[in-house]
């Protein structure tokens, strides 16, 4: 069997043909821009999509995007990376376009969903993945489904409190674990401490790696704060398994012991034995088509 | 039909007879001791079932209790109110004596399910049900299950980190959600402000109602907590009902709007236009007959 798996990332979008194994092939990219519209932004996912549905005889498509999505309906309602994309109605279009089902949902279920059926979480009857990214986000996998939550919202663990009263995020409240452990977060952490700004998370690390006292330390507060926010979910959960993915779990040679240490040191001792914490795999075309598996073993 | 309802609460057993509409009748109240030893425990226990298994034809046995508990086998680890009781095996020990099988929970997880069924939580798809008792408690009731979590231990959300480096918890941790509202956590911020300790809880909330500023302080900053760790279940589950039960939430009228107001500015507001805010109904014995009908409905 072939899969088609399609993967809306900050400026590209990605595809991949997948099979029943998990092996990926014949990948491409198409490079979008922030100044496409709905039309221009149709053309090249069609233009993507065209060769696959000439060479293979599809057994399903799945589709990944940032948020804010409307997963029942199929809607990307707006982009971070695409501002002048507004409402596109991602679902309908493919679904005429290539005649079939899209399996559709936001970047941090899918790759939840892909750790548990390709990644590290195989096996996981209890997995959490948090997406470290922009932003911070999380996708649970209970019993091997995959939970939503109200429309689609589901596990918005960037937006919970663990310092009350800390620094001001992006959503208006004080003290998410955002503004303390994500590309945005670090960056905004870095500046107030330095008054002086780094243009991406790359240039942050990099600044760790060349020993900036400043973004040592701004780092090593965020993996407490990812720690306590790992506890949390945790505590609450029960989960087996934790496993971190995207940009910013590329370094994690510079943070993932300490982030483990500090969660075995704050977790009951009998969910802490059994715990699990790892790096993911990080394959979006992977969590892309674990959406058509979602669909077939859980309806 | 009539089911049986027992509840182990702190200083003693309360039973009535429940039927399927939740009307509560005969109730009665054994008193129990700190010096209390597993057979005395036994033989409270046999006093006051031994009059309703004459008297009635029941259906089921439905029994809540204090943690640590191991709800699979039917253990009472220990009791913070009975601390001679050790490993009582209370399921096998009903079952014995009244050829009945036992449905038996935390009573944390009791109270979820009794407002569930029979209170504040009625008609919820994805209720969150906080116990403000002793310590911070929690259950939840998703689609109309109760989450269990691994061998029963789920929903320790008095145990999130809320306040990053805050005030100890009995837990080790620091800046539990416990640490600020529970009676352990009121009382011991109360002695922390005021040097002066407290006897119960009931003498915390009579001192707000005096006007003590140290107490009001320390109830208004406990409210704070309660708000962000109802944010974190909020954002995390997108529960569309939360209600507070418990012994503090008797004194619902000195911090039950300031917790709504609070609550509602930091959710989501896709989350928070529908999200219900209650105190519940309370009755420990609709809660553990509530196990029977989840036994019936869910396996």
Chains 1, 2 share one sequence.
Not at 169 to 187: I, P, Q, R, T, V
């Amino acid at each position: 069997m072939k899969f088609l798996g399609l993967d809306i990332g900050a400026g590209s979008i990605k595809a991949g043909i997948v099979d029943e194994f998990g092996f990926v092939e014949d990948e491409s990219i198409k490079i979008t821009h922030s100044r496409m519209e709905n039309s221009d932004f149709q053309e090249a996912l069609k233009t993507i999509i065209t060769p696959y549905l000439s060479k293979y005889e599809l057994s399903g498509i799945g589709l990944g995007s940032p948020g804010p999505i409307d997963i029942a309906n199929g809607i990307i309602f707006s982009s971070a990376n695409l501002p002048k994309v507004d409402k596109f109605q991602i679902k309908r279009i493919l679904n005429d376009f290539t005649k079939m089902e899209i399996e559709f949902n936001n970047d941090a279920n899918c790759a939840s969903l892909g750790e548990y059926y390709f990644g590290e979480g195989k096996g996981s009857s209890n997995l959490f993945v948090f997406t470290l990214g922009t932003g911070l986000g999380g996708g649970w996998v209970w019993n091997g489904k995959l939970f939503n939550g109200f429309e689609g919202n589901g596990m918005e663990v960037g937006h919970t409190t663990i310092i009350r009263g800390g620094a001001l995020c992006g959503c208006g409240n004080l003290g998410c674990a955002e503004s303390y452990f994500s590309s945005k977060g670090l960056l905004a952490r870095y500046k107030d401490a330095s008054l002086s700004s780094l243009p991406t998370v790359k240039d942050f690390f990099e600044q760790v790696r060349i020993g900036d006292e400043n973004a040592k330390e701004i780092l090593n507060f965020g993996v407490e704060v990812l720690a306590e926010a790992t506890r949390n979910i945790v505590n609450l959960l029960n989960v087996d398994t934790v496993v971190y993915v995207g940009g910013l779990s590329q370094s994690w040679d510079l943070f993932g012991d300490n982030l483990e240490k500090s969660i075995r040191a704050k977790v009951f001792p009998v969910l802490r034995d059994r715990l699990q914490i790892k790096k993911g795999k990080n394959q979006a075309i992977l969590g892309a088509v674990s959406l058509i598996l979602e669909k077939r073993n859980h309806g």
